[in-house]
């Protein structure tokens, strides 16, 4: 999901209209042999919004198996992003099949009418979407219940940003703060492809790091979360899974 061809391509379509960009959904798709194909549609109907000329996401589609017009192939309804959203469905007669080798990828507007193909082959055809949304939007799949912060921590600080570890925006206009002081910002920002940002590094580097073991770390858990009957140990072990590393 974070691989850099993908998100250069992220970098140019959704940048201009965010701050950061996160990982909408994961999706692994394998259409059998028989199955008919897939009712068009456009990824970014989930949005109630549209604003021509923003897109809200992206799909990448890579191909796990050879994709071709018998196999069922990803159809496309080339320049469709341009439809106007309606109740009605548009013309989307004129699709065409997406035809390429095994460890290819397909890049699509979430605007863009696409749905995979019927399978008219003996064999079945797998592919894998990974689709990136505007860092100020929901994302489709809940992340942080499919990857939980004692997983994540585990990963790089680009991976972690992607999956909304990390705030969108600065300052006061700060989306995905946690209690204020924003333990989720479980490492430095990336910048465009995974760069730190070494003023940002510098800063909080200065702040003060309290472990789950000092008296005072417990009183305060208890006063931010205001838990009933929580225990303050498991409150403990969540809250420094997403705390900075010294």
């Known amino acids: 999901m974070d691989h850099d061809l993908a998100l250069a391509v992220a970098d140019e379509i959704l940048l201009p209209h965010c701050a950061t960009y996160t990982l909408g959904s994961m999706t692994a798709i ?55 959203r309606s109740w009605h469905l548009p013309d989307v007669t004129k699709w065409e099949s997406t035809v390429m ?51 994540a921590i585990q990963f790089g600080p680009r991976m972690r940003a992607l999956l909304g570890y990390m705030p969108h925006g600065s300052g006061d206009d700060r989306i995905g703060t946690f209690r204020g002081d924003c333990p989720a910002w479980v490492d430095t920002p990336p910048n465009r492809h995974g760069e730190r940002s070494e003023g940002r590094l510098d800063r909080q580097k200065t702040r003060t790091r309290r472990t789950a073991s000092d008296p005072t770390y417990q009183t305060d858990l208890r006063a931010r979360y205001r838990y009933t009957g929580q225990d303050t140990a498991t409150i403990a072990t969540a809250y420094t899974a997403v705390s900075l590393s010294t």
């Open 101 to 151: 080798p095994k460890g290819s990828v397909l890049f699509y507007l979430g605007s863009t009418w696409h749905g995979g193909g019927a399978n008219n082959s003996e064999g079945s055809r797998m592919g894998l979407i990974n689709t990136y949304s505007l860092g100020w939007l929901r994302q489709k799949s809940n992340q942080y219940l499919d990857t939980p912060p004692d997983v």
């Open 30 to 84: 394998e259409i059998m042999s028989g199955e008919s194909g897939q009712a068009l549609h456009r990824d970014d109907s989930l949005y109630p919004l549209e604003n021509p000329g923003m897109e809200l996401l992206m799909g990448a589609m890579w191909a796990l198996d050879d994709f071709t017009v018998e196999n069922g192939g990803t159809r496309v309804v080339p320049r469709s992003h341009r439809f106007l």
